[in-house]
Structures are given as structure tokens and as C-alpha cells.
């Protein structure tokens, strides 16, 4: 392990609900790890972009959760989010995150760029709404991540791409307001952390 986990934090690491995944969704978990291993074979960075239509929410989890496991399985990756309008990181994605252990600052307002830190010596994961293709991103020799149906139907084109990966996951915005937008956001959070760990868990084993 890379780095050291923060407490609270490495119970929601064993605590992610990776032996529920569906059977359906090994697929494409597989055919992300192909493209890891596939990179880490050929000496080449592994760059990841997780797209989803506001970068808000899915897309988001999807970076910081990526780069976690990552790091906690000592892969060298960079992950990155993007979508094809800029918004706002949400804040109840936000929370979500934090109630699961990372350590979060926030800098401005409006569209705010947030910091997450895995642990005590971790590098911050730096997130804040944007497109796809803001230069925070790669430019180019990456996989593209599509998280979301709209994103992945209405951008036939990512350009830079080098593979695109429909990892789909549901909105947990239609909970927003109701008794169950806690319950839902990390129940999503913790979806998309059970997948990407596994996919970095098979990488580590094959590599």
C-alpha cells in the first residue's frame, strides 16, 4: 500500500460491497483491467477520464474513488473527471464522500475546486465541475470512462481517446430532497468504490 488510510475511511474500504457486484457488470470491469494491464505492460502512463454529462456527481466518485484505489494498491495512475457542461461538484456528493473518510477542502465558491486526501501523506485528488477536455485533463493516450448513459450517447466522439469504457452507473440526483438522498448518495459512492477497487484489486494481481 502506497499510502496510509485514514481510519474511518479504510472500514468503508472493507466495508464496500464488492462481492454484490452483478455478474452483468463484469464485462466491462474486465475490459477496463485489460486496458490497465495493458498499459502497464507497454511502460505507458495509465491515464483515466471519468465523463459524465455535469462532471457533478458520477463522474466525480468515479475520479476520486479510482485514484484511491490506485493508490492503495500501489498502481501508478492518473485519474481524472470531466463532463460536457460545467456545473458544480454537488454538495451532497461532497458529504458523501467525507461521511466515507476522506478528508476534504474546499477553495472558492459558485464552482468550487475541492482537495481529497486519502490519508496523512497523500497527494490531494483535486476535483471541480468542468469538460472533459479542460487542460487539468489529459489531452490525450487515455481511456474514456463514460459513467452516465447521456454522456456516452451524446458524445459519440472523445478526442484524445485511445479506448472508451461505458462504466454506467444510476443518478443519485433523483433522490435529491427526499428522505432518501443520504441513504442513496452512499449507496452510489459506495457502488462505484466497490467496482474501481476491484478493478485496481485485479490489476495488482495480474500485473
Not at 479504510?10 to 490497465?36: G, H, K
Not at 501508478?76 to 451532497?92: I, L, Q
Not at 433522490?175 to 443520504?182: A, H, S
Request: proline share 5%; aromatic share 12%.
Amino acid at each position: 500500500m502506497k499510502n496510509t488510510i485514514y481510519p474511518v475511511l479504510q472500514r468503508t474500504i472493507d466495508s464496500l460491497p464488492i462481492r454484490q457486484i452483478p455478474e452483468e457488470r463484469m464485462p466491462v470491469i474486465e475490459s477496463l483491467v485489460e486496458y490497465i494491464l495493458g498499459k502497464i505492460k507497454n511502460r505507458e502512463e495509465v491515464r483515466l477520464n471519468f465523463i459524465c454529462t455535469h462532471n457533478s456527481r458520477r463522474s466525480q466518485f468515479s475520479q476520486i474513488w479510482a485514484q484511491t484505489a490506485a493508490d492503495y494498491f500501489g498502481i501508478e495512475a492518473f485519474c481524472y473527471s470531466g463532463g460536457v457542461e460545467v456545473t458544480a461538484f454537488n454538495e451532497r456528493a461532497v458529504a458523501a464522500i467525507r461521511r466515507d473518510g476522506f478528508k476534504v477542502i474546499q477553495k472558492g465558491e459558485g464552482n468550487p475546486t475541492y482537495f481529497f486526501f486519502h490519508g496523512e501523506d497523500s497527494e490531494p485528488i483535486t476535483t471541480f465541475s468542468k469538460v472533459y477536455d479542460d487542460v487539468i485533463n489529459a489531452q490525450k493516450g487515455f481511456a474514456a470512462v463514460m459513467t452516465c448513459d447521456h454522456a456516452d450517447e451524446n458524445c459519440p466522439f472523445i478526442p484524445g481517446a485511445e479506448a472508451r469504457i461505458p462504466l454506467r452507473f444510476e443518478d443519485p440526483k433523483a433522490f435529491d430532497g427526499t428522505d432518501l438522498e443520504e441513504k442513496m448518495y452512499t449507496e452510489r459512492s459506495h457502488q462505484i468504490g466497490a467496482e474501481l477497487f476491484l478493478v485496481f484489486k485485479k490489476v495488482s494481481e495480474r500485473r
